[in-house]
């Protein structure tokens, strides 16, 4: 069983950064796929980025590049989301996911408002 608690939510004006942090706990074992995922109101939930313990990255598209997911160097198991540039289309709720023994995990959210 894993446990995924994020933080670093909060309100941003437009072009403003936040840094959200995910602490997984419950296994010494590394994961191996960590990442986020976000669901704005009225939308599904959608890719944001994930990253293998190998340091191999993937993000989604409509990013264009603002926004960076790293694993912390000393303790593999939590990951972070750095959100640059930030638009208030970026408003949602932010999820921290990992798949670990064949199992997706989720955390509870943090919620991201974009506004002037």
């Known amino acids: 069983q894993v446990q995924l608690v994020e933080s670093g939510g909060g309100l941003v004006q437009p072009g403003g950064s936040l840094r959200l942090s995910c602490a997984a706990s419950?296994?010494?074992?590394?994961?191996?796929?960590m990442g986020w995922y976000r669901q704005a109101p009225g939308k599904e939930r959608e890719l944001v980025a994930t990253?293998?313990?190998?340091?191999?990255?993937?993000y989604a598209d409509s990013l264009e590049g603002r926004f960076t997911i790293s694993r912390d160097k000393s303790n593999q198991n939590t990951v972070y989301l750095q959100m640059n540039s930030l638009k208030p289309e970026d408003t949602a709720v932010y999820y921290c996911?990992?798949?670990?023994?064949?199992?997706?995990?989720w955390g509870k959210g943090t919620l991201v408002t974009v506004s002037s």
């Open positions: 419950g296994t010494f074992s590394r994961i191996n796929v």
């Open positions: 990253i293998r313990s190998g340091g191999q990255t993937n």
């Open positions: 996911w990992c798949y670990f023994y064949a199992m997706d995990y």
